[in-house]
Structure formats: structure tokens, C-alpha cells
């Protein structure tokens, strides 16, 4: 008891000491004296898998960086046996996962080679060079109650997420935020935000020591310490975003989260988001119907207001593009983002970051077709193609058109009915043909190799959607849609049966005979 | 401005059961109204998300619209049964 009392005093006097420097900050973001970049190795981190799961997936996932920000966030492979192989920068946290074991955290660094074995439903990984890091916690028992008058989360309502093919989703729980005592109980909050930032810094400390004595280890700590330093500035932001209290939105913009090393931080990328999130756009989102969605773009033309740093300014408004069409951004306003961008910053710095956004969302010449008068297609290997050349080159067989995305519920559900009609009539001269209006390019891939379609002749991914002439007569909006032309190209049906229905074979039997 | 139009003082919306007692359907919902609605929640990196199972619109339109998560994501509600 003597203990637990002068340990609460010492800690107070600690909190009364440090509370005026970590308040009296400044509001704007600006630094920075910014130090080298370090050189790439590009030596692959290895991934030998076995796997015993017929037909089950093997996941690997990494967190969006600047770093990652070109690349594939997820690799897997369902084959028996496969190699897999990552560029990573220095180092980096993955996520190892199967349908049936939720996410395994691994940290890894260049030239590792990692064993992965999925057997009876569980994943074994054997990291050959795994090192022996010691990692804290940010939150503590001390902190958890303080924590507890402004908010708890509720661990009997988890939210019930989608099964998914490629993974098991770790558990989320609702928070039960007392907003009232955010706004009143404003001491409380701050003697909480002063004891979070204290761990903090004494866990960064410690991070920063074990680091010096073991060298080889430097990597693996500099991840947990961006790591840390993103988790308590978004702790920070989330106390801000009930609270609007000042002293803690100065604490968000100070030399704590913004200093010399924001630069190369790993977690650079999601603080900005944050940041932007929270602070830039005042937690507020716009409703779109009841859908909410971050205003991504009065954040790109006011972040300016915010951030001075000349490096992470462009960086905050790649995020703010990034968001944007990841929100679902229709293709002209992010064209006219990234043009804008181009204005504003006119070195080529920043190129492979807005290729990536351009190819990712179908921007790019190819994926972007201006031409309305045609349709425009690409098939899996992204070559391109004409609808109207397609429908010619097979004249004389009927062609079912499956008007599908990787986002549309209700179209995939129908998937297994369209592959049983087309097994149906293998035989016969039509051409099920599966047209893609998804935006997103790696979404389609994607959606296309678990709905088993992805090496099918006629899957397509419509370049010009929703542009061309031929979608807006035929008012393409809803999906599922089904179209069938006959053996002449003609378009028959411009709303056909869907696959489940006796109609379609109804239909399908009239015109083959035709 | 309606219920001066129509004398209505008293009068009172009729909640959605009163509402299918006098103009017919049915009371229970059934599959096909949780088909039309589900919950995205927006990962705290800005970056994609998870859909929840089925949901009542109610749910989705109010109940857990706009609700915080541990992991910081944030739910929204999707009721239209082909939208992204």
C-alpha cells in the first residue's frame, strides 16, 4: 500500500514537472534538418512455404508506408509448395495468416528467410534468423484506469466480420466513449494524456539503449519505435477528437511526433493520415446518404495551413489523394488532383507515388480510355481489346455478358450459378463472358482468382466504364447486369435473366437455335 | 405545416409495427432484409477495410453508423446491394 502511494506521488510530481514542456508547443508542423536516406538493400526477405491445405491460402500482409506504398500489400499462394519473396526496406513488421489463424505479427529484415507451414489448420513459422527482441507496451494497468472514466471497450459486441478466403480477421470491439467527460473533466484527461507520453518516451528510451548494445539489432528496434510513437500519437489524436482540448492538440503538432526522424519513420504514412484525420479535418466526415466519408479533398487544399515542413507537406497531400481514391474518387477529380499536385510540386520526387495512384485507379492512358464511342476492355494480362472486335471474332456464337465487380455482393454470390450455366452448356456455341467494372485493378485480379475466372478467355476488366456511350444508353448503373447478344452481335437482351434463373436457359435455348 | 393543414394536433408518426398492422406486411424481418445491408469498417490507415455480416438497416442507418473500434477503424453502413 506504502508502495502503491509514494509510487502515485512520485508519478505525480513527475506528471507537474514535465506537463509545461509537453504543452507549450507549437500548433503547426514544421521541422526539419532532415538527414540522409539510407541506402535500399535490396536483398529479398524469403518466404519457403509448405503447404498441406488443398486449395487453402497462405497470406502475407504488409502495412502501407512510403516504402510500400507501390507495391503489393498482400502476397499469397495456395500452392503445395512455393517461394515468395518481398522487398523490404531495411526492415518491417508482416502479418502471416490463413483462414483459420488470425494474423501472426513477424518482424523481418533484409536476406531473412522465413519457413511457413500450414497443417491442420495452423501455421507454423520458422524465422532462421529470427532475433530475440524485446518489446513494451504502451499501455499499462495505471494507464487502462485512467483511461477507463473517458473509454472502455466493449468486449461483448464484437463486430462480426465477412469471412474471408485469404485470412481470419483478428477481433474489433466497439468503443464506449463518455463524451461528457472529455469535456469535463479536463485534469483527469490531461494527467492521462502526461502519463501516456511519459511511458512513452521512458519505452522509446529503452528502445533507443538496447538498440546501441546490440547493433545487429537496429532495424528490428526502429520499427518498434516508430511503432510505438504512432500508436501514442494516434492515442493522443483520438483523446483530441472528443476532448478539443488545445493543450493536447499542441502536444500532437510538437517536436515529440515531428522531428528530425519523421522523415524516415516507417509509420510516417498512417500518422499522416491521423493527422489529417483528426487535426486537418476536425474528426468530422461528410455524409453521403448515411454512408461517412473523410473529406480528403478541402484536407489537400488546407494541409497547407498545417504542415510547413517542405518534405512532409507533399507527402500529407499524397495521403490526402490517396484517401481520396480509395474512398472511391471518380477518376476525372483525381486527375485533376494529381495534375494540380504536379503544379505545386514540380520535381519528379514524387512520381512513383502518383504512377502508383494512376495505375492502381485506372488512370493511366491505358486503363483510362477517353474514347466513348467504344468499348474498351483489357483481359487478365492487360492486354486491350475492343467489345465490338470481340463480338466479331465470335460471329456465329451467342455471347452472355456477367456485368460484375470485385466490391458487388450479390454479383459474386451469383458466381458459382454463372460458372454451373456455363458448365451447362460447355457444348454449345456461347461465349460466357465475365466484364469487370471494378476501378481498383488489383481488387479485380484478385476477386477474379478466388471466383476461379482469372485465366477464363472472356474476363475482362472494362477500361472506359462508365464513360463510353454503350453504358450510359443501357443506364449500366446497378450490377449484377447480364446482357446477351446473338450469333450476329446484336444485343438481344440488354437486361437478361440472371444465371440462376429457368429463364436464362429458356432464353439461351431460343436464340441457339436461331 | 402539414398538421395544421390536416387538423392533426395530437397526431403522432406511427412506429414501423403500428405502421404494418394497418397498411399490411410483415412483422418479422426475414433474411432478405439483412441481405440489403452491412457494415464497412475503414481501416485507421485511410486504407481499405472489412465488411461485417448482415445487419438491419437500422443498424446500419443509426445503431453502429459512424461507431469507433478498438483498432481505430470506424464503421459505416452500406444499404444499397451493389455498391462499392
Known sequence: MKKTVSFCLLCLILFSCNSDSKTKKETTVKFVENVEKPIVNTNPVTFIVSNEMKNEYVSIYRNISFDTFSTEKHVYTKKANDTLQLDVNVGEKLFITSKFTAKDTLLVKNGDTIFLNLKDKKITITHKNAANIKSFKLKNAIIDSLTSPFYIIDYNAPFELQSDKYQKLNPIYPLRIHRENFKTKTADLEQLTNVLVDNYIMISNKYDSLSAKELS????????????????????????????????????????????????????????????????????????KFKLKLDYKTAYDSVSSYIKDKKLLPLAKIVCINGDASQGASKEELITYIQQFKNEFPDNSYDDYLNSIEETYGLSKRFNIKDTDAIHLVDIKEKAYQFDEFLKKNKGKLVYVDIWASWCAPCRAAMPDSKKLAEIYKEKDIVFTYLSIDRNKSHWKKAAETEGIKNHPASFLATNYPKATFYKELKVKTIPRYLLFDKNGKLVHENAPGPDSDEIRNLLDTYITK | MLKNILKLEDARLLDKQEQKQILGGRLELTQADYDKCKLWTTNADGTGGSWSGYVTYEQASSEWNGTEYSDGSIATGYCCASCP
Open chain 1, 217 to 288: 539489432k537496429v532495424s528490428y528496434y526502429k520499427i518498434l519505435k516508430d511503432e510505438l510513437n504512432q500508436a501514442t500519437f494516434f492515442e493522443l489524436n483520438r483523446f483530441y477528437s472528443y476532448s478539443k482540448n488545445k493543450n493536447i492538440k499542441e502536444l500532437i503538432s510538437s517536436n515529440l511526433f515531428f522531428n528530425k526522424e519523421t522523415i524516415d519513420q516507417s509509420t510516417l504514412y498512417v500518422k499522416l493520415n491521423t493527422f489529417i484525420t483528426k487535426i486537418v479535418l476536425d474528426g468530422k466526415r461528410i455524409r453521403e
